[in-house]
C-alpha cells in the first residue's frame, strides 16, 4: 500500500498538478493541507505522522505568499509562536514539496535544505 501512496504522490506532485498551485496563494495553508489531492501528495513526501505533525503546527497561520518558484504556507501553534512552527513549500514549475516543523520534538525537515525558500529558512535554526 505504502508503494501505492508513494507512486500517486510522484505522479501527482507533477508540473501539471503545480500548473494551479498559484491559485492558493492568499488562502489560508490549511486549505492546501485539507485538500485531498494534495494530501495525498504530502502523505507521499512526509508520511501521516509528518502530515498531522504540519497540521498540529500549523494551527495560527499566515496567508500562502509566493517566494520565486515556491508557494509557501508557515503557522505556529496557538500561544507558542516561536516555540512550536511549521511550514511548508511547493514548487510551482515542479510540484516538488519541502515541509519544516520546528516544536518539542525539535526541527524535523522533508525535502533538500539547499532548496528551502527564505521564507522557510528561519525554522531550521535553534
Known sequence: MRFIVFVAALFLASPLMAQGISRWIG???SE???DESW?????G?????GLRRLQDDLVVEEPVVRDGDWIVGTGCAPHQCGD????????????????V???D???KVWGDLTHL???LSGMVVE
Open 105 to 107: 520534538a525539535g526541527i
Open 117 to 119: 525558500p527564505g521564507a
Open 45 to 49: 513526501v512526509i508520511g501521516n505522522d
Open 32 to 34: 492546501i493541507l485539507a
Open 84 to 99: 512550536v512552527m511549521g511550514g511548508f513549500a511547493i514548487s510551482i514549475s515542479t510540484g516538488e514539496i519541502l515541509a
Open 101 to 103: 516543523v520546528h516544536d
Open 39 to 43: 494530501q495525498v501528495q504530502f502523505v
Open 27 to 29: 488562502q489560508g495553508p
